[in-house]
């Protein structure tokens, strides 16, 4: 059951995380028009917040996820 959780958070996280990096190249920035009707918008502060803030969450709980599978129960942390 755990390994097919870990596999669903990495194929979500990874959609946001591609969804967040393929974001900037696919809007116009100098094109009000080519945003204003997508989520967060019309303004071009909201469309990135919304379209690149859960590829950023999505990176930091998997580098935090994958940080945190490497500690052995009952080990003494490394200094």
Known sequence: MKRVLWLLAFVVGGYFIVRALIEPFVIDFSDPSSYEAD??????????LVHIGPG???????????????RKPGAAPEE
């Open 56 to 70: 950023v969450i999505a990176a930091a709980l998997l580098v935090w996820m994958v940080r945190r599978s490497d």
């Open 39 to 48: 989520w967060g918008g019309p303004s071009l502060f909201g469309v990135l």
